[in-house]
């Protein structure tokens, strides 16, 4: 995860209005590659093959790393739904097994439920939490070290 590291930096300056600015997408140039933050309905389409939005959920955000190197790259993208946590988290399970991912953790701790997967050296990680009426799912997806 620490080739993340840097996108977290970069985020801050995109919010401050640094980077290119490309309608609802920023992006970010540097050294070590670059950051695309999206903040728009378009987000479900960063999603890992064979990993659908959840049904009926909102796009929200799309963030996309590209490392220099092979291999260096991943996506967050953030989806909103009325569905309660455990709900979606069934949803995802059952899509990540169909799409060839080997789910290695799954758990639920009071309103917040998280899934850990992975196939053929590319990570995937999924947490749905309450928030009053509505649960923000976060979907992690990229090269597994």
């Known amino acids: 995860m620490r080739r993340y590291g840097p996108a977290a930096a970069m985020l ?6 640094g980077g290119d600015r490309d309608g609802n997408q920023v992006t970010i140039e ?9 903040a728009d309905g378009s987000a479900a389409a ?3 093959e064979g990993i659908p939005a ?3 959920s909102q796009a929200q955000t799309s ?3 590209q ?3 092979a291999g260096q790259a991943g996506t967050i993208v953030g989806l909103s739904t009325a569905a ?10 059952e899509a990540a097994q169909r799409a060839g991912y080997s789910v290695s953790a799954n758990m639920t701790m009071g309103d917040t439920a998280m899934l850990t997967a992975d196939r053929n050296g590319q990570s995937l990680h999924i947490t749905a939490s309450r928030a009053g009426e509505e649960t923000h799912i976060q979907i992690i997806a990229g090269q597994a070290e």
């Open 12 to 17: 801050a300056l995109a919010a401050c209005g």
């Open 30 to 38: 540097m050294p070590e590659g670059e950051v695309k933050v999206r």
């Open 46 to 48: 960063n999603l890992p």
């Open 54 to 56: 959840f049904p009926g």
């Open 63 to 65: 963030v996309s790393v």
């Open 67 to 69: 490392g220099m190197e």
């Open 84 to 93: 309660p946590p455990a709900e979606v988290m069934r949803f995802y399970n």
